[in-house]
């Protein structure tokens, strides 16, 4: 029964979008261990706040073999080159107060575990803030330096170097207490649909995941692997940027990064990938 909702649902999503030949194809039963050392869960039971899935999946395991290739050895993976990148800004002086990221933090492996947590509550601001918010804030006001643009090259490379740092980590980002309402507006956001397409997130992720819609397959949008070097466009990818892609792709007037639509999107989508591992950067289609 449950098989043959999907593949109404894969029907109606085909339809919508235009596309015809769509195919199930689930994930694959490959696992991800990088470097040859650092194991990643790429399967897990969903949390229990995920009413219609049980079961959550890395996007690694919707690849092709050629693309998971790239990300299992660090060396071939060329979303590392901004790591390196934002390792050299981690040691840079910048601003007027003398400081550097290392002057507070030490070396960047200082950081392990902070990606697994975010988004998350900032007490003193009052707000639940992403990566992104948070190394505005020390630049701005730690640095005295000029803040990020948010999905600029350099912002993307010093998330992709706090993800890299906690891969392997089971992502735990807390949803209760003072981050519910935010939460609460992010699940909001995912169930509604949205554009010309009338398309919601959960439309592809979960309602149509596996599914194979011409060369595209449908994952369950996890964004645990972000930043994620896309082959599409050659780049490292924040997760907010992917997010005004998909809602443009609805024929939508979107949403922009940083916005308090986005930042609420990506603290629930980020809740739904409770137990997968930190795997940034990440390399997909």
Request: hydrophobic share 35%.
């Amino acid at each position: 029964m449950k098989k043959a909702h999907r593949i109404l649902g894969m029907a109606a999503l085909a339809a919508a979008t235009g596309i015809a030949g769509a195919a199930i194809a689930g994930p694959d039963e490959d696992q991800l261990v990088v470097n040859g050392e650092i194991e990643m869960v790429t399967e897990t039971d969903a949390p229990e706040h995920m009413e219609n899935v049980r079961t959550i999946y890395s996007g690694w395991r919707f690849r092709s073999d050629e693309t998971q290739a790239f990300q299992m050895d660090d060396f071939d993976n060329p979303g590392m080159l901004g790591v390196e990148q934002a390792e050299e800004a981690w040691n840079t002086v910048e601003g007027s107060e003398g400081n550097s990221c290392a002057s507070c933090h030490e070396g960047s492996d200082s950081m392990a575990g902070v990606r697994a947590v975010y988004p998350k509550w900032n007490e003193a601001a009052g707000e639940v803030r992403t990566l992104e918010m948070q190394v505005n804030d020390c630049r701005e006001n730690q640095m005295g330096a000029e803040t990020w643009g948010y999905t600029s090259g350099d912002m993307v490379n010093m998330v992709a170097l706090l993800s890299s740092v906690s891969r392997g980590m089971p992502v735990n980002v807390a949803i209760d207490g003072p981050a519910q309402e935010t939460w609460e507006q992010g699940k909001e956001i995912y169930y509604t649909r949205y554009g010309q397409l009338e398309l919601s997130c959960a439309n592809c992720h979960e309602d149509n995941y596996g599914m194979m819609i011409r060369a595209d397959h449908l994952s369950q949008g996890q964004i645990n692997g972000f930043p994620t070097y896309r082959l599409k466009n050659t780049k490292l990818n924040g997760v907010q940027a992917r997010f005004k892609g998909c809602v443009r792709d609805t024929r939508a007037e979107t949403f922009s990064p940083g916005s308090p639509e986005f930042v609420a999107l990506e603290l629930y989508v980020a809740s739904r990938g409770n137990g997968l591992s930190v795997e940034g950067p990440s390399v997909r289609n």
